[in-house]
């Protein structure tokens, strides 16, 4: 049997047309409705409501934690203050990415880390020699994703936390209700949003006490098939969709250094040392040689495809997660792996793997679309990522 | 632990910190000091010698608990640290066996004698010991030749390796196709399968078989003991089936020329100089901390410690690769030797020994390969054996010195004795006489009146090898000499040359390639690379 | 006058039905003769009680090469391979420890466990999958001759060195140490639930007379990621109708491509002429030529009683001499009333459609390899038990069941020789100890069948009765199998050639002794 989130009670009684996925291990809707996008338009206009429990949750004590987290992550630990999130990567030795999640830094001594797989063997392996208790909390806590413009109207109305004062990225121990929730300013969309952490135990309870106070701001719950869209407008990468594991892959190849996949930024060279920083640094001095770059598919040459078969131009309302190659003329420069008909930008995106020399901005690519069992291509404008970043994420 | 640093920028003192001043410890430090560098040599203990110390158990009796073995100097060690001229005692030392109270057989280093011995037992056994052993000369002869050079590793190989690749390759082939097969087929084998397939006699296949279990936690039924008999017997002289000649010049005799080679090539030695910590700063060994909280800088750091000492202990994990250092958790030492030591008034009396001198050799007192694995039985289930394999010598036959006024000592090596006993059980003192009286029972068995002749007894189990000698889990081997943890995998996979993941740290003790009994090799091919590599400053010349 | 055949196969096991098929699908008139009145040797399904059919020996598969299903195109003679995905342990203190086919499913029970475990699993398992990526092309090579000079032996150790040298560091010291290290030893440096590892290492014993912490045994965990490797052909699981089924599609391929099957004709030995063979006499002195006969007998019956030693040189003869059989496993066959009721897991579910396996510790493994050691058969041994009449209900009368029972250890060499009252003891002991999980299990035997090394070696010729033809130990394998220098399936005998499970790479119905045989022989004859 898949394992089912605490949320499951609620959860699986709106889900209407069975319409159901697998999420590490987890039973997940991909959708409530029959047709996602009404989901999609919530996170948008008014806020939508995201089961994200099957997120692997790691609850790090002991004198050493930080030392433990600073040796794996990739951003420098020492300066993350109580109350702050961190998203950041984090590598093998050979500097290619293991995971990416965040780290949460709940007191003075104690840490969240959340991971899209399982992490419990690394973090022994890196916990070697240091005094530590890494605690896999994942089926004890239940998580929700509050997404959406009217997320923090919806919370205030539950939830005494000074809202206004948890900033982009921070982190507060507040209640909704009576139930005691860890509170973050969030997300894997991109929008104004909230994680909130709960006991598995009081997980039901926090479902009703959020979708009654949101009920007159238009509260909806959203599956995958949604986030999927507001994650790629976001620009956010999805760990075994965009990038392998270097855990998981099984050649070479198919590993991906931080600074391959978008996440240079998420690199501190000066701080101590951490896995894969040697690695890193070469590789930093060298300049990486991929890029992780937004696509937008010009309308003009992807209608014109189908217009030649006497079709009107098809356009899918779920986000796509195949790897499809990209060409500079007769020549394959890289691959997009996942895309969506972005309904608020209106437009056909694609998040790809570019070779450097044709990851500038501006850079007009092909990209393969099949059109009436044809492999055709589309003309695709390099985007700098996010394609969608508005003000009221972090205000 | 002090964190007091006190490194002043000034320039150091010393170009290279040795660690651990044993064979291997010493003749790195000569080595690296006859380069040129500036070598400080740290021991933890107060006397040299590590696994060769000399200590006196009781007063006026002394023996080195670890040297029945003394080792093997590879003749490029020996020329570096111009020990060439250190003598071995060349008389005859046989191994014996105990066939039954009374009765043992003797096995002559001369290959017609010992085949005379065996006659009584076996007359086509007799006739298939000199090809035999000459065929164990040889092979090891080769093993020989692959300890004095870094271990070929695939990928790992550069073009600068090619001729000395290129000699092995060379002396593989002059083995001859019989014996480049046999060389291949042993190591993997079981000494069971081998002796079994060899000889018939039961005490014949016993006697030797117990070379392919010494120190390894293992019955001679498992597949690898093959290599761990030729392992023990690289350098021996033609004929001889277990260990190797002593030092004329007794036990000591070893650790005193190394450490006068030692000092004369300018080395300075501290002892009582205990390592805590190796510091590293920006993925380089920069020096060392002890016990005392003093740090001392250097351009380099060589440690004769074990791997996971040297690595898990002494350096910060954070500079280390999770996985690499899970290889390094994951290094088998599983100690399961004891030690007994005897101090007597008089030689004990052994009837059916064929010469009071033949217990100057080895004599074992396990009767058959049989009662060798059912002694290993115990072991895998963390117990200690019931009857246990014992081999005894009386080493002041040899060197007099080692008792005063005419007394004699007798070190008795006992297996199995698990460091890791079952559900955590503690080796203390009542486990310890415990199996010092199985011990002792074991030698009144075949000799009449020992007991009354014994006047000390000082029983070492693994826990006490590992407190006396710093050996991890009492395991003289620093790593088991499973076919996994040789040549190129040792200490651990991809890092059998001496370097570690930390710039200018130098792994040079048992742990590393070539591993235990042969003195000085893996510290002199450690500090061979440590010089390729140029680390650890240009010296003073 | 012209011989009928080119080719003599001796033994109609699988290797040699597959080297038949290779060989006259390339247009060689090819013979096989075979001692009992069916073919497949060890593979072989008969219906030993009435309505109860029995895969006697061998009972799963998993290694059955691809390219040879492929090449004979084996489904349209019969190969259908029905899945067998699940592994239950029972433990001791009633719980259970289960494998399903399923990987979040496996995962979740592993979680129960050990959650690092469950992690550390995805882990090993993509590790092996790499290894068995690295052994892979390994059992499509023709061992070279190491101590040789010639340019056919010299290539071929190039082409194993570059094999490694292609593999990079990481995997080789990977490889290494997997070929090198006890099961026990191997899984420790993984996991820490005791049930895991011994179910996991139990795998790494079968067949052979090593214990879960005897070097050498590691290696053969390799097996079980083999199969899924090719997984996506199927090539992992149950035969319709059991093994024999597999045996007969071979053979009904090799037929299918002219090959002259003959049952119930027993080689006595082959015809040497100068140095060369010109064919074989059978029992009751027919006899038959042929310019190439080729034995798919183990090496101590092909070069000890097919062949006169004489004919042989002094090192080989000693070499065979000293080739390891030592077999180490038994069989049960049950015919059932109903089905068993285990306690761990009761009534009838997924378990009873997949392999239970008798491993609850490496303790107990190593505790039964120990009994053996001593020349007696495992008071408490190891098994591994299948329903095969739940995966195919053909096996069996409706509502009846057959159970195989795959035992380890039963030595061939028992203290006192194996006797009627021996062999019921043992199956006795083998009853008694599964009836432990399942108490019902006695109340349910209509018939039993217990096979020792000793039957099994006079029911198949198995020498010693060991299942692979010689042990798979790492100094029997590759160019020491079955003998140096004669790794390479030829003989000293012109004419003369090997393609059973004794030669590399041996063990399991893999088939890929036969076919190497096969195309070493017509490489040779062209």
């Not at chain 2, 920006?282 to 040297?310: F, K, P, Q, Y």
């Not at chain 2, 010195?401 to 000592?409: E, I, R, S, Y």
């Not at chain 3, 019921?424 to 999980?437: L, M, P, Q």
């Amino acid at each position: 049997m898949l394992k089912t989130t605490p949320f499951h009670a609620r959860t699986s009684a709106l889900v209407r047309a069975q319409t159901w996925r697998r999420w590490a291990g987890y039973q997940m809707a991909s959708a409530y409705d029959p047709h996602p996008d009404r989901e999609y338009a919530a996170i948008r206009n008014s806020a939508a409501l995201i089961d994200v429990s099957p997120l692997y949750k790691y609850r790090i004590t002991g004198r050493d934690a930080m030392r433990l987290l600073d040796r794996t992550i990739t951003r420098d630990m020492t300066k993350l203050k109580p109350g702050q999130v961190y998203y950041t990567p984090w590598c093998d030795g050979h500097g290619k990415v293991v995971d990416d999640g965040t780290v949460t830094r709940l007191d003075e001594h104690a840490y969240r880390l959340t991971s899209a797989d399982s992490s419990l063997r690394w973090l022994h392996l890196n916990a070697a020699g240091m005094q530590v208790d890494v605690e896999d909390i994942s089926e004890k806590a239940g998580a929700l994703s509050l997404q959406g413009p009217l997320s923090r109207a919806i919370l205030s109305t539950v939830s005494p936390a000074d809202l206004g004062a948890l900033k982009y990225f921070r982190y507060i121990d507040t209640t909704i209700r009576d139930i005691p929730v860890g509170l973050s300013r969030t997300g894997y969309t991109g929008d104004l949003g909230y994680e909130i952490w709960v006991d598995a135990a009081r997980a039901v309870e926090l479902w009703d006490a959020l979708m009654a106070a949101g009920k007159p701001y238009g509260l909806t719950p959203a599956g995958v098939w949604a986030l999927d869209i507001a994650r790629i407008e976001a620009g956010l990468i999805m760990m075994d969709v965009d990038y392998f594991s270097s855990h998981h892959a099984l050649t070479e190849q198919r590993k991906s250094s931080p600074y391959e996949i978008n996440l240079g930024w998420a690199v501190s060279p000066g701080k101590g040392p951490f896995n894969g920083r040697r690695a890193l640094a070469e590789e930093r001095a060298r300049g990486a040689s991929w890029a992780f770059m937004g696509l937008e598919i010009e309308w003009d040459t992807f209608e014109r495809l189908f217009t030649a078969e006497g079709l009107p131009p098809q356009i899918p309302n779920v986000a796509w997660r195949t790897s499809v190659p990209v060409y500079d003329a007769g020549r394959q420069v890289g691959y997009a792996t996942s895309g969506c008909w972005s309904p608020l930008l209106k437009k056909s995106l694609a998040l790809a793997h570019l070779r450097a020399p044709y990851a500038a901005p501006g850079t007009r690519l092909g990209i393969e679309i099949t059109v009436e069992h044809k492999r055709r291509r589309a003309t695709a404008v390099v985007s700098k990522l996010p394609f969608f970043d508005p003000e009221r994420k972090k205000a | 632990m002090s964190e007091r640093v006190s490194s002043t920028g000034s320039a150091n003192a010393y170009d290279v910190i040795v660690i651990g001043a044993g064979a291997n410890g010493l003749a790195a430090a000569t080595r690296l000091a006859q380069a040129g560098r500036r070598v400080l040599l740290l021991e933890r203990a107060d006397a040299l010698g590590g696994q060769g110390a000399v200590l006196e158990f009781a007063p006026g009796f002394r023996a080195a608990p670890l040297g029945i073995d003394p080792g093997w100097v590879p003749p490029a060690v020996a020329r570096s640290l111009g020990l060439e001229s250190l003598a071995t005692d060349t008389s005859d030392a046989p191994l014996s066996v105990a066939v039954a109270p009374g009765s043992f057989l003797t096995l002559s280093r001369d290959a017609g004698r010992a085949a005379e011995a065996i006659r009584a037992h076996s007359a086509k056994d007799a006739a298939a010991w000199p090809a035999f052993t000459a065929r164990l000369h040889r092979l090891a002869d080769f093993l020989g030749a692959l300890y004095q050079t870094p271990s070929p590793d695939v990928g790992l190989t550069s073009m600068a390796d090619l001729p000395a690749l290129a000699r092995l390759a060379l002396k593989y082939r002059g083995l001859g196709p019989r014996d480049m097969i046999e060389f291949l087929r042993i190591l993997p084998s079981s000494v069971w399968d081998l002796l079994d397939d060899a000889f018939e006699s039961t005490p014949l296949k016993g006697a030797v078989a117990a070379g392919g279990i010494q120190d390894y936690r293992q019955g001679p039924r498992s597949g690898g003991t093959g290599y761990v008999l030729l392992h023990h017997l690289v350098g021996a002289p033609a004929g001889m089936v277990r260990g190797r000649l002593p030092w004329a010049g007794g036990p000591g005799a070893f650790t005193a020329a190394a450490e006068a080679a030692a000092r004369r090539a300018g080395v300075t030695i501290r002892t009582g100089a205990a390592v805590t910590r190796i510091v590293v700063r920006d993925d380089a060994a920069t020096g060392v901390v002890l016990a005392n909280g003093e740090e001392i800088s250097a351009g380099a750091v060589l440690s004769t410690a074990d791997a996971t000492r040297t690595l898990l202990e002494w350096v910060d994990p954070v500079w280390l690769d999770p996985e690499f250092m899970h290889a390094v958790a994951n290094i088998r030492y599983r100690g399961c030797t004891a030690v007994v030591l005897y101090a007597l008034e008089a030689l004990p009396s052994v009837p059916g020994l064929a010469s009071p001198e033949a217990l100057a050799g080895l004599v074992s007192l396990t009767p058959s390969v049989r009662a060798l694995e059912k002694a290993a039985d115990a072991a895998k289930f963390g117990e200690i054996s019931e009857h246990p394999h014992v081999e005894i010598t009386v080493p002041t036959l040899r060197a007099a010195g080692l008792a005063d006024g005419g007394k004699h000592v007798l070190v008795a090596r006992v297996q199995y004795a698990p460091y890791a006993l079952r559900d955590g059980a503690a080796w203390d003192a009542a486990r310890r006489d415990a199996l010092a009286d199985r011990v002792s029972a074991a030698i009144e068995a075949v000799a009449p009146g020992f007991g009354g002749r014994v006047r000390h007894r000082v029983a070492l189990s693994p826990r006490d090898l590992e407190e006396r000698f710093g050996l991890r889990e009492g395991a003289p081997s620093g790593g088991e000499l499973g076919l996994d943890q040789i040549l190129f995998m040792r200490p651990v996979a991809g890092w059998g040359r001496h370097a570690t993941p930390i710039r200018g740290l130098y792994l040079g003790g048992v742990s590393a390639h070539p591993g235990p009994g042969i003195l000085g090799g893996a510290g002199w091919l450690a500090a061979n690379r440590l010089l390729e590599d140029g680390r650890g400053g240009k010296g003073r010349s | 006058m012209t011989p009928r055949y080119d080719v003599i196969v001796v033994g109609g096991g699988h290797n040699g039905l597959v080297a038949a098929a290779y060989l006259a699908r390339a247009g060689r008139k090819t013979l096989v003769l075979e001692r009992r009145h069916l073919v497949g040797g060890a593979a072989v399904t008969e219906e030993i009680f009435p309505g109860f059919k029995f895969t006697v020996f061998s009972y799963v598969v998993s290694l059955l090469r691809p390219e040879i299903i492929r090449d004979l195109d084996l489904p349209a003679h019969g190969l259908q391979i029905l899945p067998l995905e699940s592994t239950v342990t029972p433990l001791d203190n009633g719980d259970y420890l289960a494998g399903w086919a399923d990987p979040d499913e496996t995962r979740r029970e592993l979680c129960r466990h050990s959650p690092r475990d469950a992690d550390a699993a995805a882990v090993f398992g993509r590790l092996m999958h790499h290894m068995a990526m690295a052994v892979k092309p390994i059992l499509g090579m023709v061992p070279p001759d190491l101590t040789s000079l010639s340019p056919r032996d010299l290539a071929g150790l190039l082409k194993l060195g570059g094999h490694f040298r292609s593999l990079g560091p990481e995997r080789f010291h990977a490889l290494h140490k997997l070929m090198t290290m006890s099961s026990a030893d191997y899984l420790d440096e993984w996991f820490e639930f005791g049930p895991l590892k011994a179910t996991k290492s139990a795998s790494g014993i079968i067949g052979t007379f090593l214990g879960p912490r005897s070097p050498g045994s590691a290696y053969v965990l390799l097996h079980h990621y083999m199969g899924e490797l090719d997984g996506a052909f199927r090539a992992w699981g149950f035969q319709k109708g059991g093994t024999g089924g597999i045996s007969e599609s071979i053979a009904g391929a090799a037929r299918a491509h002219g090959v002259t099957i003959r049952e119930n004709a027993a080689v006595e030995r082959v015809l040497v002429k100068n140095g060369r063979a010109t064919g074989v006499v059978l029992e009751g002195g027919e006899e038959i030529p042929a310019s190439i006969v080729v034995s798919g007998l183990d090496p101590r019956l092909t070069f000890e009683r097919l062949v006169e030693p004489r004919e042989l040189p002094d090192d080989l003869v000693d070499a065979v001499r000293r080739f390891k059989f030592r077999g180490s496993s038994g069989k049960v066959n049950l015919a059932l009333a109903g089905l068993p009721d285990f306690t761990c897991m009761p009534g009838e579910g997924p378990h009873l459609r997949g392999a239970i396996s008798i491993s609850p510790s490496v303790e107990y493994l190593e505790r039964a390899y120990d009994d053996a050691k001593y020349g007696e058969f495992s008071r408490h041994p190891y098994m591994d038990i299948v329903l095969p009449s739940m995966i195919d209900p053909n096996m069996a009368p409706p509502g009846k069941h057959v159970m195989s029972i795959f035992v380890q250890y039963a030595p061939y060499d028992l203290n006192g020789g194996w006797t009627d009252a021996k062999r019921e003891a043992f199956g006795d002991a083998v009853i008694d100890t599964v009836s432990r999980y399942a108490p019902n299990l006695k109340s349910l035997i209509l018939h039993r069948q217990v096979l020792t090394p000793a039957d099994i070696e006079r029911m198949t010729g198995l020498s010693e009765g060991n299942i692979f033809q010689g042990e798979l130990a790492l100094q029997q394998l590759f160019f020491l199998r079955p003998l140096p220098k004669w790794a390479n399936y030829r003989t000293p005998i012109r004419g003369y050639w090997q393609c059973g499970a004794g030669t590399h790479p041996g063990g399991g119905i893999m088939g890929a002794s036969g076919r190497l045989a096969a195309l070493e022989i017509l490489k040779a004859g062209s």
